[in-house]
């Protein structure tokens, strides 16, 4: 998984989610806009991350975020309990 550059500054973060309250859209393939980086953070419990072009498949953890690249297809699926948000950086 990509590291994010450091260059690059957090400006947005979403609200946290949780196992019922993670939306369709994340769920399913999306991707971030041009220099838009994302970092996914669990809170608690785990979280699978799918990176589509790659089809690199991880479990995300409290501790062990996600890196989300501009513009590449990924998705999010809850495995039991979680908490997580997502910041975004540019």
Do not use: C, N
Not at 19 to 30: G, N, Q, S, Y
Not at 50 to 74: A, D, S
């Amino acid at each position: 998984m990509k590291t994010l550059p450091a260059q690059v500054q957090e400006y947005s973060r979403s609200p946290t989610f949780d196992e019922d309250t993670v939306p369709a859209a994340l769920r399913k393939d999306h991707q971030t806009k041009a220099g838009v980086w994302g970092v996914i953070t669990v809170l608690s419990g785990t979280l699978r991350y799918r990176i589509k072009p790659t089809g690199f498949e991880t479990t995300l953890t409290p501790g062990k975020p996600g890196i989300v690249e501009p513009e590449v297809l990924h998705s999010v699926e809850p495995i039991g309990p979680v908490s997580f948000y997502v910041a975004f950086h540019r």
